[in-house]
């Protein structure tokens, strides 16, 4: 879509500045049932537009990005936009600078649309957890568009924006990619500068796109990718046009199928997916099958690094340097005047903490900040936290012995499809085990991409399937080219 678009603009069938008003057509039209967009940025998507229209105007050569309109996820901050992570606890932070990622997005022509609801502080899986408003999935509005970047893939999905920006860090990414049938990447550990990007937990996070096609989803990558000082984690990388790798070949590459993560496939997501393993082969990939055993403790490992991160990352919010303070929302006020306090307002500093974060943070975050303060406290720290990162360098080390057999690891992005609203809200278990096919991905560092491979005919709604193609690391081009010959034959 992205060079369809850029061909036009180039040929001037169409200028930038109308192609954002399509987009922003389609987003009054359709975003009050979907609920893809939290805020809207149209004057900074037509000042823009008018830039590129004028340097096509003189004639000048332009990129790719440019003039393209995307959507961003509210965790990441753009300079003068509201940026509240899905949180009432930053319900009036204006981002006062742009993340690095945006920085080069706007480099690069690149016309942002809004942003794009998502889970409280990117916990969750199916946008629920969003202090603000439901994204309904396009593909069936009866169910959720994944998470915790839901805004993200529903707005790609409803052609409310051509791209846009999740953030993954247990699978918010290509889960949500998986669930409304687009594709979506999450890059190496590294590779894309999280500066700027409201953290949730450092040792896993990484901000990755979402788009229509792979070919959009490298061209994308492109942009946002790269070394940045800004970063202490970034990794020092050569820049890449990712989509100059996409041959269209994979002939000669070794697939391997994780055992354990087929062994329990049921139903229609095992047909689709053992049929997309056979179309690999007819492509001329070999396929084998390769051990991860350490995936079995990915999900509680999980659950204890991102507890203990979060916990640390979101001890910031105190109602002093960010966002709201329990003292200036009358909406506060209510709240504990309800709770039936002799006082409504703080009576001091550490009141002031406590009411601000009862108040502005909601349930799952809450949740996990209780969770992440105990494994990391004294006297448990050693039985948790120390343990979780011991079997965490195991996991790592299995995805080190399969890729030496191995080029690609293939598995379901989920073991199901997307769920009706509320299905799994009273049981944070059930919510968890949506990332089952994800996590261990995050833990490894490994680049991953979700690319749709088929349907499920549920309530006769067509549901889209997605397959996860994982790569060694810092071989984003491996998952892409593999993911777009699919995608194309
Ligand atoms: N759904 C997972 C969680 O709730 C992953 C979140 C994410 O990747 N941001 O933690």
Same mark, same amino acid.
């Given at each position: ?9 180039? *040929? ?37 537009? !008018?830039?590129? +229209? ?14 393209? #309109? ?37 480099? *690069? ?5 809004? !942003? ?20 309904? *999935? =396009? ?5 959720? #568009? ?29 889960? #949500? ?9 999450? @890059? ?20 990755? @796109? ?18 940045? =000082? ?8 050569? +820049? ?17 199928? @994780? ?86 307002? =703080? ?9 601000? /974060? ?37 996991? /790592? ?7 030496? !057999? ?45 690319? =749709? ?10 549901? @889209? ?25």
């Amino acid at each position: 879509m992205i060079r369809e678009f850029h061909n036009k603009l180039v *040929n001037r069938e169409i200028t930038a500045t109308q192609l954002a008003q399509q987009y922003f057509d389609v987003i009054e039209k359709k975003d009050t049932e979907i609920g893809a967009y939290l805020t809207i940025t149209k004057q900074l998507a037509f000042e823009q537009a !008018k830039f590129v +229209d004028e340097k096509i105007a003189r004639g000048e050569e332009i990129g790719l990005m440019e003039g393209i #309109p995307g959507a961003i996820k509210d965790m990441i901050c753009v300079e003068g936009v509201r940026a509240t992570a899905g949180s009432k606890i930053l319900d009036n932070y204006i981002a006062p600078f742009d993340a690095t990622v945006i920085r080069k997005l706007k480099e *690069n022509g690149a016309v942002i649309l809004g !942003k794009a609801n998502q889970d409280e502080f990117a916990m969750g899986s199916s946008t629920e957890t969003s202090a603000y408003q439901i994204t309904k *999935n =396009p593909v069936d509005t009866s169910r959720v #568009p994944g998470g915790s970047s839901g805004g993200s893939a529903a707005a790609v999905a409803a052609d409310e924006a051509v791209w846009s920006l999740g953030t993954d860090t247990g699978g918010s990414i290509r889960q #949500p990619a998986s669930f409304c049938g687009v594709v979506g990447l999450k @890059p190496t550990y590294g590779r894309v500068s999280r500066y700027g990007g409201i953290a949730m937990a450092s040792s896993l996070d990484q901000i990755g @796109p979402f788009a229509k096609t792979v070919e959009d989803a490298a061209i994308v990558l492109s942009a946002i990718s790269g070394e940045d =000082p800004m970063d202490a984690t970034s990794a020092k990388s050569s +820049d890449k046009k990712y989509e100059d790798f996409l041959t269209g070949d994979i002939k000669g590459k070794t697939i391997g199928i @994780p055992k354990e993560y087929v062994e329990n496939l049921e139903g229609e997501i095992k047909e689709i997916f053992e049929k997309s393993v056979e179309k690999f082969k007819a492509l001329g990939a070999k396929v084998e099958t390769v051990s991860l055993p350490h995936s079995q403790y990915a999900l509680s490992v999980y659950y204890i690094i991102m507890t203990s991160e979060v916990s640390s990352n979101l001890a910031k919010f105190d109602g002093i340097k960010f966002g709201m303070r329990a003292d200036d929302l009358s909406e506060s006020k209510n709240e504990l005047e309800s709770n039936k306090k002799t006082n409504t307002l =703080p009576k001091n500093l550490l009141e002031t903490y406590l009411d601000t /974060r009862k108040i502005g943070f909601g349930d799952e975050v809450k949740r996990r900040i209780m969770l992440g303060t105990y494994t990391l406290s004294a006297g448990y720290y050693d039985a948790y936290y120390l343990k979780a990162q011991k079997v965490r360098a195991l996991i /790592r080390r299995d995805f080190e012995q399969a890729y030496k !057999k191995v080029d690609l690891i293939y598995c379901p992005t989920c073991p199901e499809v997307a769920f009706k609203f509320g299905e799994k809200t009273a049981d944070p278990l059930k919510m968890y085990l949506s990332d089952i096919f994800t996590i261990s991905v995050n833990l490894a560092g490994v680049p991953a991409i979700s690319f =749709p491979i088929g349907f499920c005919e549920v309530e006769g709604k067509k549901l @889209p399937v997605g397959g996860q193609l994982i790569g060694k690391w810092f071989d984003e081009e491996g998952i892409l080219n593999a993911a777009h010959t699919f995608e194309i034959n």
